[in-house]
């Protein structure tokens, strides 16, 4: 567009130093004429006239000069008699204005956003050249979040790093709670583990202190961290002698060496403190996978050169690494695994964008809704300059002249109207930040900058031109009799015809959004019915305790701690139940996997599919509201003797064993050398993932179970948990503060983390949708407003111009109940144009909505039939109040007026 215009703007100029050249010509051929009639030959006739105008060149630009000089006094001149004009109608202004501003304002907000989040490059110098390691595992069935991707094993970092030819820095790392002691009280913060080569990879430098060193990641080292600005500023009040001194996290002294910059953050995740990944190559295997890798590229490397680099690493990790004695080193050759590399960006953003460019859309709607409407007041205003129009004209005022005087003041308006509209797009994008869901990628980096600005400007001016051009080529095409500004002259067809179609247009947007935001109202409304495996989010308090191996070594003490927090905690008053799990549902934490094989059955490829772990304490299901369909919990005897027993979820005894019932006494064992797990209960099924995501099969573990991955037997303790409190206090302060004074009375050093109620974390796993629905509800509703708002002035102005018409009806005996049903008719037909347009729009638009609805189809019949009902409802009901009006004119008075 960019290219179009400069070519424009090069032919106008071309054009018009042409025309300059032809009249300076002109001028000069007079001149000579003119000296030889007064004697002079014509050679010195031509130099005197050549003399006389000068050098041509300069001749031009000081014509040009003028020419240009002249255009901008003109618009300045249409600029203030457009502001005389609107001072004279200050309720036109301000209704067109507060129109404008309130569309404008939704659009730059909405803009602000998807700038942020989509457009703006990462806040990393170069950030083009950053890629997120992940690698794709076809082969690894039954594990759905491998469709997502596996992350790396320490064991792979340590390969890929120092091999590979495609990274100038590579790392991994990941995030967890730790506990701080030694500052105030107790407190869980959020850490995250770096290896060597993240910071490098991500080269933003400290504010303080340093980054951390190759002796910081030896395993044998100094113990080190660093601290998050926020943090930083919360603890030290942003004092730099911090940096130096020590604190504890998870019983671990370390010392602090240095302070991360304001909105620092690893990809998208914020911490407060920042802890080395000291790997100890003497003691790594091919598994775990559960780090998250990031590399800086190469100049001049693309992901496909370093997808194939690292392809061809994937070999040489195997023959260098083993699970342990007598594994199979090339176990994992069945998982098929390849490079899955992305830009960060991707990775960050995530699927949000199909999200956020629909919101964005749907505003866009909004805004042209808005600019129909003000055509629409536009047409009317110049309706009643008509006859100035055409008196003008016939005093020799140009189409051209007529023309830029209506759009300046439409431009005009446009302008003030984006002028009011920052102030709401400051106000909007708030109140978006604040609705906004928590986990939308980089919400910190949200806010209205030059960008937004720019945007915002010229949608004003466009939405100026836009609907201006209609009444400005309307009226300034042609010559009008003076007669036809007569106030008793019948409005033409085709102006009638232009106002109507500006009418069906934004019925049938509005249709649109009406029939998207019940969509999204529709899916709400079938997720909020879906059974998530729990009852009474609302009343149960969850906290989170994390047991460092430092505090507390061994793995039954562990245990006993943890049960005598739940029964300090259920001595509270007003708690009813009291239990424990590594995790909850739905509170976006990473659960263990690994296989697991059912005794008697036989596996295609001879091996078992991957399965979801929980780790639960008795009681735990009870507490949660979560039903055992078949058999018994846990006991405590049971854990304490751990006891060769699971419980499983009900889809996973289905699809083994046909039914629950079938599935108790069965036996299930992680690993070939394991003894067998007798199944001693069948949960039901729970939605660990959110509602709208299936219920994933599940095994559940005890809280202390015999250590897998030891060669002898040995107790393995789940040493972070989330206690699940139900009481009707749940929510309160009160609650919380005796929750956290029973917890300190077991242990005086142990933090109480993440505080809330399952209510919150199940709002959250919906909080895309409801933010969705939330845009999409609003925008439908100013779309309505709107389009009632244009039905009603549409009709209104029929009536005013066909007062005498409805003079003669009345007087030749009509009905009034047959005059207000002509105007509603006439609004019903208008609306039904539009619903039939857009009915046809939503067909095809809402197909796109498709990966954002749950439990209704993108052509729901109750959505599309509901909507055009409240239009033409709504299309009655707008029409019928100046019918009424029309039904109640006095005949005589309305003739006398003519």
């Known amino acids: ?59 031009r630009e000081k014509v040009a000069a003028v020419d240009a000089s002249l255009a901008l006094e003109n618009m300045a001149r249409d600029a203030r008699f457009a502001l005389r004009r609107l001072r004279k109608s200050p309720g036109f202004a301000v209704t067109v204005l507060l129109t404008l501003a309130i569309g404008i304002g939704a659009n730059a907000a909405v803009f602000s956003v998807l700038n942020s989040v989509l457009l703006r490059p990462l806040p990393y110098p170069h950030s083009d050249r950053l890629i997120a390691l992940w690698l794709d595992a076809p ?69 303080a202190g340093r980054w951390f060193n190759s002796a910081d990641q030896d ?82 490397v693309s992901i496909e050169r370093a997808d194939a680099d690292i392809s061809r690493l994937i070999g040489v990790w195997m023959d260098s690494w083993s699970n342990g004695p007598g594994t199979n080193p090339h176990y994992y050759q069945r998982w098929h695994i390849t490079p899955k590399f992305k830009r960060l960006k991707d990775q960050v953003i995530g699927n949000v964008s199909g999200v956020l460019w629909i919101v964005m859309a749907t505003v866009g709607l909004v805004m042209l809704i808005a600019c129909t409407n003000v055509a629409n007041l536009l047409l009317v205003r110049a309706e009643s300059r008509q006859q100035e129009l055409t008196v003008r004209a016939a005093l020799g005022a140009s189409r051209a002249r007529i023309a830029r005087e209506l759009l300046v003041e439409s431009v005009l308006l446009g302008m003030l109207g984006g002028l009011v509209g920052v102030g709401v797009a400051y106000a909007g994008l708030r109140l978006l930040v604040s609705i906004g869901p928590s986990n939308l990628p980089r919400l910190s980096e949200i806010s209205f900058d030059a960008r937004s600005l720019l945007f915002t400007l010229a ?20 010559k009008a009799a003076l007669s036809s500004g007569s106030r008793t002259a019948s409005v033409s ?39 998530p495996g729990f009852t009474g989010a609302a009343h149960l308090e969850t906290m989170r305790i994390a047991i460092p191996e430092t505090m507390i070594s061994d793995e039954k003490t562990v245990l006993e701690t943890e049960q005598q927090i739940a029964d300090k905690i259920a001595a509270v008053p007003g708690v009813k139940q009291v239990s424990f799990a590594v995790t909850a549902p739905m509170e976006d934490f990473d659960a263990n996997w690994d296989t697991l094989s059912v005794e008697g059955k036989n596996y295609e490829g001879g091996e ?189 102005y029929a009536v005013s111009q066909r007062t005498r018409e409805i003079g003669i009806r009345l007087a030749l005996g009509a009905q009034k109940s047959e005059l207000r049903w002509m105007f509603v008719r006439f609004a019903l037909t208008v609306t039904g144009l539009g619903v039939a347009l857009g009915l046809v729009a939503a067909a095809g638009l809402t197909k796109l909505m498709s990966s954002l609805l749950f439990g209704v189809s993108p052509r729901d019949p109750v959505t599309f039939i509901t909507v055009p009902l409240l239009l033409l409802a709504a299309a009655a009901v707008a029409s019928y109040l100046p019918a009424w009006h029309a039904s109640a004119v006095n005949p005589v008075e309305a003739l006398r007026a003519e």
Do not use: C
Not at 506 to 525: E, G, P, W
């Open 459 to 478: 949608l004003s001016v466009l939405a100026g031109l836009l609907f201006g051009s209609i009444p400005a080529w309307r009226y300034a095409r042609a």
């Open 1 to 59: 567009m960019a290219m179009v215009s400069r070519l424009m703007n090069l032919f106008r100029r071309s054009r018009l130093d042409r025309e300059i050249a032809e009249e300076l010509g002109a001028h000069i051929e007079m001149r000579i004429e003119d000296n030889i009639a007064h004697g002079m030959s014509p050679e010195q006739a031509r130099r005197e006239a050549q003399m006389r105008f000068g050098n041509a060149t300069v001749m």
């Open 493 to 531: 067809r085709t102006r009638q015809r232009t106002r109507n179609a500006l009418v069906v247009a934004q019925v049938a947007m509005a249709l649109v959004l009406l029939v998207s935001a019940l969509l999204m109202i529709r899916t709400f409304a079938a997720l909020r019915n879906v059974e």
């Open 139 to 207: 082969g690894a069935g039954g594990l759905s979040n491998f469709q997502n991707g596996l992350q790396l094993s320490p064991s792979m970092y340590l390969t890929f790093s120092r091999r590979n030819q495609s990274f100038h820095a590579m790392g991994v790392w990941y995030s967890r709670n730790a506990s701080v002691t030694g500052l105030a009280q107790p407190e869980e913060v959020h850490s995250t583990l770096v290896s060597g080569g993240v910071l490098e990879a991500l080269s933003v430098p400290a504010i």
């Open 219 to 300: 395993p044998n080292g100094a113990k080190t961290a660093m601290l998050g600005y926020g943090y930083w500023q919360r603890r030290f009040g942003g004092d730099r002698s911090a940096v130096g001194r020590s604190i504890q996290v998870d019983g671990i002294t370390r010392e602090i060496v240095g302070v991360m910059p304001r909105g620092f953050r690893v990809m998208d995740e914020d911490f407060d403190v920042m802890l080395p990944l000291a790997f100890d190559p003497q003691h790594q295997k091919l598994a775990p996978f559960g780090y998250s890798g990031l590399a800086r590229l190469k100049d001049g």
């Open 608 to 796: 078992p599919p991957l399965r979801m772990f929980n780790y639960v304490a008795p009681g735990f299901f009870s507490t949660m509201g979560t039903r055992i369909v078949a058999g018994r919990d846990f006991t405590w005897p049971d854990l304490y003797g751990m006891r060769p027993m699971v419980l499983v979820s009900e889809n996973f005894a289905r699809e083994n064993w046909g039914s629950a019932t079938n599935a108790i006494g069965k036996r299930v064992r992680q690993f070939t050398k394991m003894p067998w797990q007798e199944v001693i209960g069948v949960v039901e099924d729970v939605r660990v993932h959110g509602v709208d995501e299936k219920a994933p099969a599940l095994i559940y573990w005890g809280t202390l179970i015999e250590d897998p991955y030891k060669p002898q037997p040995q107790p393995s303790a789940a040493r972070a948990v989330r206690y699940m409190i139900r009481s009707d206090r749940a929510g309160t302060e009160a609650l919380l503060s005796q929750v956290q004074q029973a917890v300190w009375s077991v242990n005086a050093n142990l933090p109480v983390a993440s505080p809330g109620t399952m209510q919150e974390i199940y709002s959250q796993s919906m909080a895309r949708t409801s933010f969705t629905l939330v845009m999409l509800a609003i925008a439908g509703s100013m779309a309505l407003l709107l389009g009632v708002i244009g039905i009603y002035g549409v009709i209104s």
